[in-house]
C-alpha cells in the first residue's frame, strides 16, 4: 500500500529548495528572501466590507454547529472551531515542543534534513520549488512517528517530544473525523462516498510545524507564498499570533485572527474535487511579524493515496474527472496551482 510520504517521492527536490537559510545569523533581509509587495490580487474597486469579511467561528457544543459548518464549507470554504474537544494542554505542549525543535541551532536542525524525495524532517516549505524567492519559514514534517528523528535531536530526552506529537496526532484525527461527518452529512452523499472520506483504516495525514521566526523588515518577505492545501481537511493551530491570510474575492487579502484555544479548519482540493466545487478552497498565505516568532501547527488529512478521488456520486453533472488520490498529489507536485484546472472535465 502506498503512503502519504511514498506519494511525493516522484518528484524530489535540490538541496537549495529544502535546506532553509539561518535566521539566525542574518540581521536583514537578504536578496533571496527578497518579495513583491502582493498588490496584484487587490481589488481596486472594493465591494466587500472587511467586517463581511470575517471567517466564522464555530463552536461545536452549540447545536446549531451541523448547520453552521455546512454553510461556512460552502461560503467559505474555511472556519474556525471551539469547544472542539483537544485539552488545552496538549495545544501549549505541541506549541511548547516546537519552540524547543525550532529553538535549535542550524546545524542541528540540519541533522534531520528531509530526503531530496522524502516528505518528513526538517526543510523549507513543500511550495518552494514553484517560486524564485525563498519563505521566511522552517518547518517539520511528520507522519506517523517521529522517534527517528527526535533520537538524533535530542538522544536522550526525546520521548516527551514523541509522546506530546503522537497525543496530537490522534486528538487530531478524531476532530477530523467529526468534522468530516458533519461536513458529508451536509453534503448529503452516500454511505459509500462516506465511507471513502472518513476510512480510518488506511487514512493518510501529515502533522506540520512552522516556525516564522521575527523579520528586520516583514513588509519586504513573506512567510508562506500562496497557495491551496491539497489533501481532504485542515486543521490548523494559530497559536496566539496572526499571521494567516485569505485571498477574498472583491476584497483582497484578509487576515485570519489568530483566537487562542480555536483551530483554523480549511477545505482542501480533495473535498472541493469531492464537494464538484460546491466547497470552494481558498487560496491562502502567511505574513510575518518584527516583534514575535510565530509557531504555528497544521494538521492534513487525507484518504488512502490508492484510493479514487472524483465527484460524489450525488453530482449528476461532474466538473472534475476520476482519478487516484496519489496521480493528483502527484499532478500538484509538478504543476501546483494549476493542478485543478487540468483534470476539469
Known amino acids: 500500500m502506498t ?3 511514498e506519494a511525493y517521492r516522484n518528484v524530489p527536490l535540490t538541496d537549495d529548495q529544502i535546506i532553509p537559510i539561518d535566521f539566525e545569523s542574518i540581521d536583514g533581509v537578504p536578496e533571496s528572501h527578497s518579495w513583491p509587495q502582493f498588490n496584484e490580487h487587490l481589488n481596486k474597486n472594493q465591494t466587500l466590507d472587511p467586517k463581511d469579511s470575517m471567517i466564522p467561528v464555530i463552536n ?38 516546537s519552540e524547543r525543535l525550532f529553538a535549535l541551532p542550524a546545524h542541528e536542525k540540519r541533522k534531520v534534513l528531509r530526503a531530496a524525495d522524502g516528505a518528513t524532517g526538517y526543510g523549507s516549505a513543500r511550495v518552494s520549488p514553484f517560486f524564485d524567492k525563498s519563505m521566511w519559514h522552517e518547518g517539520f514534517t511528520i507522519m506517523g512517528s517521529c522517534v527517528d528523528d527526535a533520537k538524533v535531536l535530542w538522544p536522550h530526552e526525546y520521548q516527551g517530544f514523541c509522546d506530546t506529537m503522537d497525543a496530537y496526532q490522534h486528538q487530531m484525527k478524531l476532530l477530523t473525523h467529526n468534522l468530516l461527518l458533519i461536513i458529508l452529512d451536509t453534503l448529503g452523499v452516500t454511505p459509500e462516498d462516506m465511507n471513502w472520506a472518513i476510512s480510518t483504516d488506511d487514512s493518510q495525514s501529515a502533522l506540520q510545524l512552522n516556525s516564522y521566526p521575527t523579520c528586520p523588515n516583514p513588509s519586504e518577505t513573506i512567510g508562506l507564498a500562496p497557495h491551496t492545501d491539497s489533501l481532504l481537511l485542515t486543521i490548523l493551530n494559530q497559536s496566539d499570533i496572526s499571521g494567516l ?3 477574498v474575492e472583491g476584497f483582497g487579502w484578509k487576515q485570519v485572527q489568530a483566537i487562542e484555544g480555536a483551530f483554523v479548519v480549511n477545505v482542501g482540493d480533495l473535498l472541493h474535487i469531492f464537494s464538484n ?3 470552494p478552497v481558498l487560496t491562502h498565505r502567511v505574513m510575518v511579524t518584527h516583534s514575535r516568532h510565530r509557531i ?14 472524483a465527484p460524489s456520486s450525488k453530482f449528476q453533472k461532474p466538473l472534475f474527472k476520476s482519478l487516484p488520490v496519489k496521480e493528483y498529489l502527484s499532478l500538484k507536485s509538478k504543476h501546483f496551482s494549476e493542478a485543478l484546472s487540468m483534470i476539469q472535465a
Open 60 to 97: 461545536l457544543a452549540c447545536p446549531d454547529a451541523r448547520t453552521l459548518i455546512g454553510q461556512a464549507c460552502e461560503t467559505w470554504g474555511m472556519f474556525q472551531v471551539i469547544n472542539h474537544g483537544v485539552p488545552f494542554e496538549l495545544v501549549k505542549k505541541v506549541e511548547s515542543e
Open 3 to 5: 503512503t502519504l510520504s
Open 296 to 309: 504555528s501547527v497544521a494538521y492534513f488529512h487525507g484518504p488512502p493515496v490508492e484510493s479514487i478521488v
Open 277 to 279: 466545487a460546491k466547497f
Open 245 to 247: 491570510e485569505i485571498l
